[in-house]
């Protein structure tokens, strides 16, 4: 809740996973707020309209959370990662980035 730039495209996510959900894209978020925020974070995935499943931070040790998801990624956020069916990640997005690029990248792999 207290990243702006994730925020602020959250909303455009919700409207992608919509878009490509019938072609089987799923959007699946993990919050990175503190433990002790988790009802504040829930509530903001809520009021946007985030589909299930949605995760929050379990952990107060940032490095164990990045480790898990992306061992390349340095936690700057906001962050996007990209899995094809397989579950194999194709393409990371770190920083602010156009929801047309995104967009592209999901097309590619539907």
């Given at each position: 809740?207290?990243?702006?730039p994730?925020?602020?495209?959250m ?11 019938a ?10 707020d ?12 809520k ?14 040790d ?16 906001p ?7 397989s ?5 990371r997005?770190?920083?602010e ?12 792999i539907?």
């Amino acid at each position: 809740t207290w990243c702006a730039p994730c925020r602020e495209e959250m909303p455009q996510l919700v409207a992608l996973e919509q878009k490509f959900r019938a072609r089987g894209f799923r959007l699946i978020t993990v919050s990175a707020d503190e433990p002790a925020d988790a009802a504040q974070a829930l509530e903001f995935l809520k009021k946007t309209g985030v589909p299930a499943p949605a995760y929050i931070k379990s952990v107060r040790d940032d490095d164990q959370l990045i480790r898990a998801i992306d061992p390349k990624w340095s936690g700057a956020l906001p962050a996007l990662f990209l899995y094809d069916r397989s579950g194999k990640m194709v393409a990371r997005f770190v920083g602010e980035t156009s929801i047309l690029q995104i967009r592209k990248a999901i097309e590619r792999i539907l």
